[in-house]
Structure formats: structure tokens, C-alpha cells
């Protein structure tokens, strides 16, 4: 059973910095594809970063130059480091997964409950 298990939002000022985490389980995390997306209040959920079967990163254009997309396979853990925030990054911000061997264009089937980011002061 896949599980998701995001951590390490909250509330930081503008220009602030945050490290989220997503602990995943119940699956061989290396062959899964990971992201992160969010979805701000009353806006569709867009995706923020992620990762391609290559390994290579894509970035949303609102979040190029401030965040970075990491993940660490020995510990099934993929991270997205939030620089430069901005009010505008409010939202709440979801891990997710699917399998490397989807078809291209697969959606991710598999998400976790989400975390609150919020940027204000």
C-alpha cells in the first residue's frame, strides 16, 4: 500500500525559507517518479516540481531559481527546499507518485495528505 506522509510546512515571512519532506512507503521508492504540487485557495492544483524517469528536474516558471526538488532513495524521501518565498506560495502543498513505467502522460496516482505553507507577516 503506497503511503505518502508529508511534513515540515508552517507560516514564514516573505523572503523566508522552508524544507519539506515526504516519507513514502509501501513501495520501491527509486522506481517510482516523485513531485510536489500545491493548490492555493480557490485556484486548481498546479504542479510545482518534479522529477522525470531520467532523473532530470522540471519547475514550474513561478518557482524556477527558488525552490529545488531533491530526493534521497536510501531513506525514501523526496524534499522540496523553498527559498525566496513569497505570499504568493501560499498553499497547501502535496507529495506524489507514480510508477516509472506508467504510460507517458499518466497522471500521479498516488498522494499524500498535503501540508500547509503559508507565506505572510
Known amino acids: 500500500q503506497v503511503q505518502l506522509v508529508e511534513s515540515g510546512g508552517g507560516l514564514v515571512q516573505p523572503g523566508g525559507s522552508l524544507r519539506l519532506s515526504c516519507a513514502a512507503s509501501g513501495f520501491t521508492f527509486s522506481s517510482y517518479v516523485m513531485a510536489w504540487f500545491r493548490q492555493a485557495p480557490g485556484k486548481e492544483r498546479e504542479l510545482v516540481a518534479r522529477?522525470?524517469?531520467?532523473?532530470?528536474?522540471i519547475y514550474a516558471d513561478s518557482v524556477k531559481g527558488r525552490f529545488t526538488i531533491a530526493r534521497d532513495n536510501a531513506k525514501n524521501t523526496v524534499f522540496l527546499q523553498m527559498d525566496s518565498l513569497k505570499p504568493e506560495d501560499t498553499a497547501v502543498y502535496y507529495c506524489?507518485?507514480?510508477?516509472?513505467?506508467?504510460?507517458?502522460?499518466?497522471?500521479?496516482?498516488?498522494w499524500g495528505q498535503g501540508t500547509q505553507v503559508t507565506v505572510s507577516s
Open positions: 506524489a507518485a507514480k510508477p516509472k513505467t506508467a504510460l507517458l502522460g499518466a497522471t500521479f496516482g498516488s
Open positions: 522529477f522525470t524517469k531520467g532523473g532530470n528536474t
